[in-house]
């Protein structure tokens, strides 16, 4: 059994990754997964090269079963779950008037329904992990359109927003069981979804990748009677942050 162990969705790149690499290099275990096979082994073999422990799971995080798959995996390879990290998200901008039924459920289902199942899966390692050190941790990757619904983005903004509400839930719910459960919330990432927005905003004007891999080996450095429940991240200069 790992002596920590953690599980990242959406870890093949950008800010999962990033995550995956800041927690692999504090000598967490890591089950990463990812919708596309080949994106998500390159990165596993990134991180093992690193010198991490890596399963890779890939999984539609829009499929319930693939979902409780992912954390079925993760509790047989390493029988413990110290940190789990919902970060698979997708974004689709389109005029309110002109919103695609297809593109709807989707967002719904990547962003708020997957981040709901799988904490539920994942609860009972969490509690084990809680009871045992007292500070086990779900970190939920929201948005700073999640704070300020964003035109365009009406959808993802709602979903956001759910994550964001789902996980002040959760923390009132888990509060005694040594789990603690932040939101984070950042604005424009330099990552590939943001790619639509670059030539508006300059990738090196964006917050870093790796800066969301601190926050979150921040989030653990902490006691456990310090509970962050939000993080928002917002652009040097950007008022709006976005």
Not at 73 to 82: I, M, N, P, T, W
Request: net charge negative.
């Amino acid at each position: 059994m790992a002596e920590r162990a953690a599980l990242i969705t959406g870890g093949s790149s950008g800010i999962g990754l990033a995550i995956a690499r800041a927690l692999g290099e504090d000598g967490y275990a890591l089950t990463v997964s990812a919708r596309r096979p080949e994106k998500l082994e390159a990165a596993a073999e990134e991180l093992r090269g690193a010198g991490s422990e890596v399963e890779a799971v890939a999984a539609n995080m829009a499929d319930e079963d693939a979902i409780s798959s992912v954390v079925e995996a993760h509790r047989s390879r390493y029988g413990r779950l110290d940190v789990l990290v919902n970060n698979a998200g997708i974004g689709v901008g389109q005029p309110m008037s002109e919103i695609v039924t297809k593109h709807l459920d989707l967002q719904i289902d990547v962003n708020l329904r997957s981040v709901v199942i799988a904490t539920r899966e994942a609860l009972p390692v969490l509690r084990e992990a809680g009871a045992e050190h007292g500070k086990a941790l779900i970190v939920n990757t929201a948005s700073i359109s999640g704070k300020s619904g964003q035109p365009w983005l009406s959808v993802y903004s709602a979903t956001k927003a759910g994550v964001v509400g789902f996980s002040q839930a959760t923390q009132k719910e888990v509060a005694n069981e040594g789990i603690q459960v932040t939101a984070l919330c950042p604005g424009f990432v330099d990552t590939a979804m943001t790619e639509f927005v670059k030539e508006q905003v300059k990738a090196e004007e964006m917050i870093r990748p790796e800066d969301i891999g601190e926050a979150v080996r921040f989030l653990l450095r902490t006691s456990p009677a310090c509970l962050v429940p939000e993080i928002v991240f917002t652009r040097a200069g950007e008022q709006l942050g976005i």
